[in-house]
Nanobody, 129 residues
């Protein structure tokens, strides 16, 4: 399983970036994919996750309405469109995957983002003027 995140960079507050997570080595269409981030001195947090079919999506409260996740099974890529970026969005962003055969219950956070067990290297996003 390989996941490669890209698209990070330096952007001014209010700007936009699109992150990509390219996958290889596994049945992409059978996996949930999530974007997570970790800022210096803070715990890693889930930003947005999407089910294997793309029919179920989770957004954290902090990005709801500003970020959009999408999954292209043909290209084996998940995108995270980030608009209206804020300095507090600064972090290393990681993508992760888990098989749909592993199911979780509870809130949408656990159902969609839970149990990610394959992780890629991160991409740095810095929002600063």
């Amino acid at each position: 399983v390989q996941l490669q995140a890209s698209g990070g960079g330096l952007v001014q507050p209010g700007g936009s970036l699109r992150l990509s997570c390219a996958a290889s080595g596994f049945s992409f269409e059978d996996h949930y994919i999530g974007w997570f981030r970790q800022a210096p001195g803070k715990r890693r947090e889930a930003v947005s996750c999407i089910s294997s079919s793309g029919g179920s999506i989770y957004y954290s409260d902090s990005v709801q309405g500003r970020f959009t996740i999408s999954k292209d099974n043909a290209k084996k890529t998940v995108y995270l469109q980030m608009n209206s970026l804020k300095p507090e969005d600064t972090a290393v962003y990681y993508c992760a995957a888990r098989s749909r055969r592993r199911t979780f219950s509870g809130t949408n956070y656990y159902i969609i983002c839970g149990g990610m067990d394959s992780w890629g290297k991160g991409t740095q996003v810095t929002v600063s003027s």
